[in-house]
């Protein structure tokens, strides 16, 4: 099993681009979330989705959209980045929409908008 | 504002020695979590703690959860440089699905 992939790596964008991020997990987990790290500010979330077809806002969503594609699949959108969006973005999922479970998270997105 | 706040920022302290951090958090809870990370990867679980459970261990990890202070405490024991990272306690808004994390602690374990 790959667990929680992320993809890209790395990004640069100048500001007003705009791109998506791509989160795909393999261990049939229903919940499945977006986090923002920035330097001093532990993770923050964006948005998470507890299902297939749901999603909703978390503490910093102004700016972005998500997609939750199918069960695997959650991907986080741009739509006219700002440099206030630099940031490293995660993507993580537990195996239900229970807060009981620990979160596996992926390796990351470092994303650098000029 | 987050839901969780550890305390201190950054703490360095001497190989075998034990640390401790700190986790303030601010509405009621069923459960908090603390992970670490490691420098520029994703975030690893260590333990989770219900919210009527009020001390837990695993390895050289003790946790303890204060409900009525809305605190818990993380203490690592005969650290070592490998335990060099940033820890993170978790918690469910609102008591549902949503897990926010805090600020961390920035641990570094002098050799």
């Known amino acids: 099993n790959a667990g929680v992939t992320q993809t890209p790596k790395f990004q640069v964008l100048k500001t007003g681009q705009s791109m998506t991020l791509q989160c795909a997990q393999d261990?049939?987990?229903?919940?499945m979330y977006w986090y923002r790290q920035d330097p001093g500010m532990g993770l923050r979330l964006i948005y998470y989705?507890?299902?297939?077809?749901?999603?909703d806002k978390g503490e910093v969503p102004n700016g972005y959209n998500v997609s939750r594609l199918n069960k695997r699949e959650f991907s986080l959108r741009l739509e006219s980045a700002a440099p206030s969006q630099t940031s490293v973005y995660f993507c993580?999922?537990?195996?239900?929409?229970?807060?009981?479970?620990?979160?596996?998270f992926g390796p990351g997105t470092r994303l650098t908008v000029l | 504002s987050q839901q969780g706040e550890e305390d201190p920022q950054a703490l360095s302290i001497q190989e075998g020695e034990n640390a401790t951090m700190n986790c303030s958090y601010k509405?009621?809870?069923?459960?908090l979590q603390w992970y670490r990370q490691n420098s520029g990867r994703g975030l690893v679980h260590l333990i989770l703690?219900?919210?009527?459970?009020r001390e837990k261990h695993s390895g050289r990890l003790r946790v303890t959860l204060d409900t009525s202070k809305k605190s818990s405490s993380l203490l690592i024991t005969a650290s070592r440089a490998a335990d060099t990272a940033s820890y993170f306690c978790?918690?469910?808004?609102?008591?549902?699905?949503?897990?926010?994390f805090g600020k961390g602690t920035r641990l570094h374990i002098l050799p």
């Open positions: 993580a999922s537990i195996p239900s929409g229970s807060s009981y479970n620990e979160q596996f």
């Open positions: 989705s507890a299902s297939e077809g749901t999603t």
């Open positions: 261990m049939n987990h229903n919940s």
């Open positions: 703690i219900r919210s009527n459970e």
């Open positions: 509405t009621s809870i069923n459960n």
């Open positions: 978790a918690t469910p808004l609102n008591r549902d699905d949503k897990i926010i």
